[in-house]
């Protein structure tokens, strides 16, 4: 009898009367020493499952913090779409009227004709200086600083370069004139 008191006094009873889970998902009596099902031993099928549980608690936070993240950078770009939205809105006027046109308009059709075409690249010019100098950006004026010969030679480079490529070019050649347009407006004041 000394010796079960002895052998009971020295027994952990958080440990030894627990029932425990090992990594194989059986859960064994308290009183086991080793898995029933897959034979590992009790302190090492305990300390799997707990890495495996601590695993998956870190990948299921990752994933929330990712998803937080995701959800932050949709927040934020759709403060930004509307802060453009606003900028647009508030942005860019014109205001011009087509009677103050009529004038260069018929002057340049004009030049063209008689110079058999020749003078519509200066007339192109024309064209977009009056209307970038009709804009206004947030209150500012606009002012377009291509010439004539600047028109002329955008022409002649992207034109070469669609009919070399049998119109393929076609969508650089307009995102570059719109990139060189872009390039040669300023703020007038």
Request: charged share 20%; aromatic share 10%; hydrophobic share 45%.
């Amino acid at each position: 009898m000394a010796g079960t008191q002895a052998t009971i006094e020295r027994m952990d009873t958080q440990q030894d009367f627990q029932d425990w889970e090992c990594v194989c998902g059986y859960v064994n009596e308290g009183i086991d020493s080793g898995c029933l099902r897959c034979s590992r031993e009790r302190a090492a099928g305990i300390a799997e499952l707990n890495a495996r549980k601590e695993a998956e608690l870190i990948a299921a936070q990752k994933a929330r913090l990712e998803e937080e993240q995701r959800l932050q950078a949709a927040a934020l770009e759709r403060e930004q779409a509307q802060e453009n939205r606003v900028a647009r809105l508030a942005g860019l006027k014109f205001n011009g009227r087509p009677a103050e046109f009529l004038g260069p308009f018929l002057l340049i059709s004009l030049f063209s004709t008689l110079s058999f075409g020749i003078y519509s690249f200066w007339g192109a010019a024309r064209i977009m200086q009056w209307t970038v100098a009709n804009c206004s950006l947030q209150g500012r004026s606009l002012r377009f600083t291509g010439t004539g010969v600047d028109v002329l030679l955008l022409w002649l480079s992207q034109g070469l370069l669609t009919s070399l490529s049998f119109g393929i070019y076609t969508p650089w050649a307009i995102a570059n004139s719109v990139q060189w347009i872009s390039e040669r407006l300023e703020y007038a004041d």
